[in-house]
Each structure stands twice: as C-alpha cells, then as structure tokens.
C-alpha cells in the first residue's frame, strides 16, 4: 500500500495554497486534478477562523491512507493529520479535515511520487449569511422574505432538513421554524449560515359586543381590546373590555394579542339611553328603565285622566308594538321584542303630547 500526502493548506496575507496528493489518478499513476463529483473533487470553505477540507476519490486502488500538510510559503509543507483511506476501488469516497487559516483563494495541488500537478484558483466555500440576521415573530397570513448573502448555489433549510426546490436567493417563509442557508457546489455544502428561528402567533378569535345593565358596551374578550367608532376611528384611552359612549354612533372593537390583530368585531348601533324628552307643547314624557329587559314605565304630565296610545317601533320604522288607553305610570310589557334600539312615540288624542323617546331593550 502506498502512503500518499493529500493536502496542504498555505498561509500567506489573502493566499491560500493546498497541497494535495492521490485524489485522483489516471490509469497510469500520473495524477489529475477534477472537478466533476462523479469522479473526485476539492472544495474548502470558512468557518470560524477554521478551513473545512473536503474532498471525494473516485478510485483508492493502493491507497493506505492521507496525510494533511500546511505550508507558510507554499514550498515547504508541514504534516497536520493522517486521514486512513477507506480503500474504495471503483467507487467514491470522502473525507473532511480542517486547519485554521488565512485568505480566501489560492491554488490546489495534487502530488504523487510520480510527480505534482497544481490549479489555480481554489475558491473556500464561505458560509452564506440571512438577511434580516434575527429571530422573528409573525401573525398568521403573514409572510417574511429571507436573502442569502450569496447569489447563487443556495439550498435553504428548515432545521436539519432541506427544502425541497428552494434553492434560489430568496425565500418567502410562511410556516414556522428554524431556517438557515448554505451553498452546494459540485455535491460539496458549505457550513451553514446562523439558524434563525421564525414563530407564527394566531390571530385572536373576532369579539363579539353585547351590552350591560350599567349601558356600557362589552367585548367579549377580557384584555388587549382597542374600541373604535366605526371602524376607522381609534377612540384614545378606550382599551378596557368595557366602553361606555357618550354620544350615539355605530361603534366596533378590535382584539391584539402577541402583536397580532382580530378581525374587527360586528358593528353595535348604541344609542344614549333617555329617560326624558319634552313635547312641542311642553308636556314631558318620561320612560325608566332604561335599558329595559321585560317592561318600561310610561309616565307624563298633565290631567289624571289624559290617556295616550304608545306604539314601538324599529330602527327601520316598522310598527312592532302599539297599545293604546295608557295613563300615567301605566307598564308597557317588552318581553317579545328581541334585543337592540326601538322608538317609543307617545301620543295623546288632543295633540297636548306627541313625543318620541329611544330606548333599548337588553
């Protein structure tokens, strides 16, 4: 079995010479370097002040083993490892070794004792870096664009797996994970870039508003609740599950969680409650409860035996309800309207009162 030297590292400022030798041969003993993974190949790359050697064999017919060198001058190489051959004959090897070194070009040199022959030109296979460099959190729908700091010969990775027809120098993520990029040349990877963890947070569930005794609007969610008029309009300081409204409008509230925004809730019609309104001729009309759940008291001013006729109607202004012969302090029963804002318009067969109050039914 013959010992052969295969590698050698130069440092000289940015140059970086390998003395190699056996990597591969032709039938007649005369050594030839190559390129195509099918056969044998060289490559190197940075890592951490460290050159990871690699390199593949296509035939170790009398190979006994590789002894790494390194050079300051690239005339006078020093050994580093032995590296025993896996004795492959018609078959490919490959073997790693590593030096610190200096540079990033330089030549390769594949030596026998038949002889050397060099190429110019040895390129290390640098770690790509990930741009944006950091860990990110993002919603649900969204998406984050990863660059790789090389052009080409990318592969992507999720973890320790490869992503399958991502190797271009981009990538849209939009699922969780820890992803990281390195080059391939020839079948040879570069070390991998820093790994970046990338988590997706749910959306919270869409609030819904209903409303309380006190006339307050309340979100179904107990925290991150922002209260809008409409839903364009952030109300300053309204954050708090409940809301009261000092004015009437249509109003919604949205939820943020882990930065992360609900749908917009339902729109709420809220009406202020009244209590009290005068008439034309100035006979004032008053309702209590209100908000009401199962009656509303009618009372108004003038003669005891001033009757009137109530009639209910929707927001759309149609008559549900209407009851007539009513006095003073007389109940009117709500208990089959079904929630939300209704007009109570009160009239008296004279004309003395005609007045409309709005109040709602919980």
């Known amino acids: 079995m013959k010992k052969i030297s295969f590698l050698g590292l130069i440092f000289c400022s940015l140059l970086a010479a390998v003395k190699t030798n056996g990597q591969s041969f032709g039938n007649d003993g005369e ?13 190197a790359y ?54 610190a070194f200096s540079g990033s070009t330089g030549t390769v040199s594949v030596t026998t004792p038949e002889g050397t022959v060099s190429a110019p030109g040895f390129t290390f296979l640098p770690a790509p870096s990930i741009s944006p460099a950091t860990d990110s959190a993002l919603c649900q729908g969204d998406s984050l664009l990863l660059s790789s700091s090389a052009s ?8 320790a797996n490869p992503i399958s027809g991502d190797t271009s120098q981009t990538l849209w993520v939009k699922t969780p994970g820890a992803y990281s990029v390195a080059t391939i040349v020839d079948g040879f990877v570069s070390s991998f870039s820093q790994r970046f963890t990338i ?22 969610s107990t925290s991150g609740n922002q209260w809008y008029i409409d839903t364009t309009t952030a109300i300053p300081d309204a954050q708090a599950q409940l809301y009261k409204p000092d004015s009437s409008a249509n109003y919604s509230v949205r939820v943020t969680q882990d930065g992360c925004s ?6 709420y019609a809220y009406i ?53 012969n009513l006095h003073s302090g007389d109940m009117i029963s709500i208990v089959s309207l079904t929630k939300g804002a209704y007009t109570l318009k009160v009239t008296s067969s004279d004309g003395r009162i005609n007045s409309a109050i709005i109040f709602t039914k919980l």
């Open 46 to 99: 940075a890592e951490n002040n460290i050159v990871i050697m690699r390199w593949g064999t296509g035939n170790e017919r009398e190979v006994d083993h590789y002894v790494t060198e390194h050079s300051t001058d690239g005339v006078h190489f020093d050994p580093m490892h032995q590296v025993v051959a896996k004795g492959a004959i018609d078959e490919d090897s490959s073997y790693e070794d590593a030096d």
């Open 31 to 43: 050594p030839v370097i190559q390129s195509n993974p099918d056969h044998s190949a060289f490559y």
């Open 262 to 267: 609900s749908p917009f809730s339902d729109l």
């Open 199 to 220: 988590v997706f947070y749910p959306l919270p569930e869409q609030p819904v508003i209903t409303w309380n005794a006190d006339s307050s609007l309340v979100s179904s």
């Open 272 to 324: 202020v409650p009244m209590t009290a309104v005068t008439s034309d001729t100035g006979y004032q009309v008053h309702i209590s409860p209100n908000p009401a759940t199962d009656f509303i008291r009618l009372s108004f001013g003038g003669p005891a035996t001033e009757v009137v006729t109530a009639r209910i109607f929707d927001f759309s202004g149609r008559l549900i309800l209407e009851e007539s």
């Open 152 to 159: 080409n010969n990318n592969q992507w990775y999720n973890g």
